[in-house]
């Protein structure tokens, strides 16, 4: 195992779905780790991700000094959890890792319960869990495994400190394991983007599901649209509910439905070409990286108040809206549509901070010190 600050690391990265914030947090994790002379693998699920996290995968793979395995890997917990552990155990002592560290809550049970071979067993969430409850069934089956699981983990290293605060609450206190690393977007990200000439008043992008909130921003345009506006709405991604979301366009009548366009999924630059307000109406998150992003790029947005979001919005926080509650999005977009120079002028605030405080160096940076305070 690694005992200097100065040397080298082998280090493996264990998530179960190449998908989203977490798969972006991992490429660029991984990208920063080679450029600073560490030597990367991963390992990662093989029946999720299509055809973007092929690509992105093949683009790494010759980078990838440890290389790329890709295993079956279950959302549910069951048997082949431990045929799965045991694949990254083997991964693990072939490559001779010194870091193991898993991303999610599949990403962090194999590398927390990989046995045979020692290494810095490290621990990303990115929400996964924590998202859940005791009072039901699944959640505490998730929760009672992440506390079983505590023990084992020599670093916990969080992407708000709103999630390390629920952990605590959750699961129980970290102590000196823990620490809040946020994410980061790259200089590149921060070019402004050319709206396209046919763009939609809103915008929404990110992956179709219930807890990201896109059935409230839907009757939000619906309340809007029966006091006299009705604002069109561009929704980039895919997800289990996508049809769900359609219907419930549909339920609100031809022409507000007609204002409504769903694109599938895109790239977010691509995707942030096609409105001029983005919404971001999520019912939870961790500390997500759309919001990163869309600032990042100069893009008026209106975001809830969940997560770590208020973390990213600093001083402006006042500026969210509570989730759930489509009187109060609808509100909010109104007055951004109204006053979008106002609109304007507050981003480019969020702008600032995100370029001082949300980098992928000073994330890359500071996982690694986190990483070497705990082999030393």
């Given at each position: 195992m690694a005992d200097s600050a100065h040397q080298s690391l082998k280090i493996l990265h264990v998530l179960r779905a190449p998908l989203g914030g977490l798969f972006r947090h991992v490429l660029d994790l991984a990208r920063?780790?080679?450029?600073?002379?560490?030597?990367?693998?991963?390992?990662?699920?093989?029946?999720?991700?299509?055809?973007?996290?092929?690509?992105?995968?093949?683009?790494?793979?010759?980078?990838?000094?440890l290389g790329l395995m890709r295993i079956a890997m279950s959302r549910q917990i069951g048997p082949s959890d431990v045929v799965a552990c045991g694949h990254v155990a083997r991964r693990a002592a072939d490559v001779g890792a010194d870091v193991i560290h898993g991303h999610g809550a599949k990403g962090g049970a194999y590398a927390r319960l990989a046995r045979g071979w020692n290494a810095l067993?490290?621990?990303?969430?990115?929400?996964?869990?924590?998202?859940?409850?005791w009072t039901s069934p699944t959640g505490f089956v998730y929760l009672a495994s992440e506390r079983e699981m505590l023990p084992r983990s020599d670093l916990i290293l969080f992407e708000s400190a709103f999630s390390r605060d629920v952990f605590r609450a959750k699961i129980g206190d970290p102590g000196a394991r823990g620490r809040v690393v946020y994410n980061g977007v790259a200089p590149a990200e921060f070019e402004p983007i050319e709206t396209d000439l046919k763009a939609c008043d809103l915008l929404f992008v990110?992956?179709?599901?219930?807890?990201?909130?896109?059935?409230?921003?839907?009757?939000?345009?619906?309340?809007?649209?029966?006091?006299?506006?009705?604002?069109?709405?561009?929704?980039?991604?895919?997800?289990?509910?996508?049809?769900?979301?359609?219907?419930?366009?549909?339920r609100l009548g031809p022409k507000i439905a007609d204002a409504i366009r769903f694109v599938g999924a895109?790239?977010?630059?691509?995707?942030?070409?096609?409105?001029?307000?983005?919404?971001?109406?999520?019912?939870?998150?961790?500390?997500p990286y759309i919001v990163l992003e869309a600032a990042a790029a100069g893009l008026p947005l209106i975001s809830t108040k969940v997560g770590g979001i208020?973390?990213?919005?600093?001083?402006?926080?006042?500026?969210?809206?509570?989730?759930?509650?489509?009187?109060t999005l609808a509100q909010a977009i109104a007055n951004a549509l109204k006053d979008p120079a106002g609109a304007q002028e507050r981003v480019e605030r969020l702008r600032a901070r995100i370029r001082e405080q949300f980098s992928v160096e000073m994330m890359?940076?500071?996982?690694?010190?986190?990483?070497?305070?705990?082999?030393g």
């Open positions: 920063g780790q080679i450029a600073r002379g560490h030597q990367v693998g991963l390992v990662t699920g093989s029946t999720t991700g299509g055809g973007h996290a092929e690509a992105a995968l093949a683009q790494l793979v010759p980078k990838l000094s067993r490290v621990y990303t969430p990115h929400g996964g869990s924590l998202h859940y409850e990110g992956e179709l599901r219930e807890l990201k909130g896109v059935d409230v921003l839907i009757k939000a345009v619906g309340l809007l649209a029966r006091g006299g506006r009705c604002p069109t709405l561009t929704i980039v991604g895919d997800g289990p509910d996508r049809a769900a979301f359609e219907q419930a366009a549909n895109l790239p977010a630059r691509t995707g942030f070409t096609f409105g001029r307000l983005m919404v971001v109406p999520s019912r939870a998150e961790s500390l208020p973390e990213i919005f600093g001083p402006d926080a006042n500026q969210l809206v509570p989730p759930g509650n489509a009187n890359t940076e500071a996982v690694l010190a986190g990483y070497h305070e705990a082999l």
